[in-house]
């Protein structure tokens, strides 16, 4: 008969970090064949680019997509360090349009006069 005695059992106690690393590798690997499957199915809005691939996409130089990137006009989802994009996001900022001061300014004076 086997003694399957708790005392006898090793116990290993694990950080939440060192799960992490260990899981990391792993998970990135799995994400990153998730990306490349989507890439293959490139009329897909879900589909996620990478940064640069984002960048191309909507035609964009990096200082500006950097810009609006951080300034929340593009949304991204991250797996690690990554900023992954989704096509339907680019897609829905390729129609949006900043106004110019004097359309803000022209903006603001309409406001204004309705509340009038």
């Known amino acids: 008969m086997r003694n399957t005695d708790a005392a006898q059992q ?9 799960i992490a690393s260990i899981m990391q590798p792993y998970l990135e ?3 990153q ?3 490349e ?19 191309e996409y ?4 990096g200082t500006m997509f950097s810009r609006a990137v951080n300034d929340g006009a593009i949304p991204y989802v991250t797996s690690g360090k ?9 897609e ?10 004097a359309e803000k300014t022209f903006e ?7 509340t009038r």
């Open 58 to 61: 909507l035609g964009m130089g």
């Open 10 to 18: 090793p116990i290993i106690v694990t950080t939440p970090d060192q």
């Open 82 to 90: 990554r900023k992954l994009f989704r096509k339907g996001d680019l």
């Open 33 to 35: 064949e998730g990306v």
């Open 92 to 101: 829905k900022f390729q129609g949006y349009k900043p106004m110019s001061a």
């Open 37 to 55: 499957a989507g890439s293959r199915r490139s009329g897909d809005p879900g589909r996620l680019l990478k940064y640069e691939e984002a960048r």
């Open 29 to 31: 690997k799995a994400f």
């Open 108 to 114: 603001q004076e309409l406001e204004k006069r309705k």
